[in-house]
Nanobody, 124 residues
Framework: QVQLVESGGGLVPAGGSLRLSCAAS????????MGWFRQAPGKEREFVAA????????DYADSVKGRFTISRDNAKNTVYLQMNSLKPEDTAVYYC?????????????????WGQGTQVTVSS
């Protein structure tokens, strides 16, 4: 079993930055692809970013490309999401997730483990 715990969310003005962390425990996630998703009130959970188990491949939703950066430190069993130039429409609960394969990275159904989420609120 893998437990994922997100942190780093909060309230930030538009144009600001936040860095989310996702710490894994229970077993190593160094051989898992990792993803970030978000869910705004009344909306479906949507893909934000993903990273392969080596960190050599990344993928981003068009809405965050150029503003968000996903990275990982396998020695620390931790994945990060650096969010810059935040917009009010980025407001959501952000979830990290672990997937045995990178190929299904954009699909919620492909992920095996999920964290509880961390709230990000961007004020206008």
């Amino acid at each position: 079993q893998v437990q994922l715990v997100e942190s780093g969310g909060g309230l930030v003005p538009a144009g600001g930055s936040l860095r989310l962390s996702c710490a894994a425990s229970g077993r190593t996630v160094s051989n898992y692809a990792m993803g970030w998703f978000r869910q705004a009130p009344g909306k479906e959970r949507e893909f934000v970013a993903a990273i392969s188990w080596t960190g050599g491949m990344t993928d981003y939703a068009d809405s965050v490309k150029g503003r968000f950066t996903i990275s990982r430190d396998n020695a620390k069993n931790t994945v990060y999401l650096q969010m810059n130039s935040l917009k009010p429409e980025d407001t959501a609960v952000y979830y990290c997730a672990a997937d045995r394969t990178y190929g299904s990275r954009r699909s919620r159904d492909g992920y095996d483990y999920w964290g509880q989420g961390t709230q990000v609120t961007v004020s206008s």
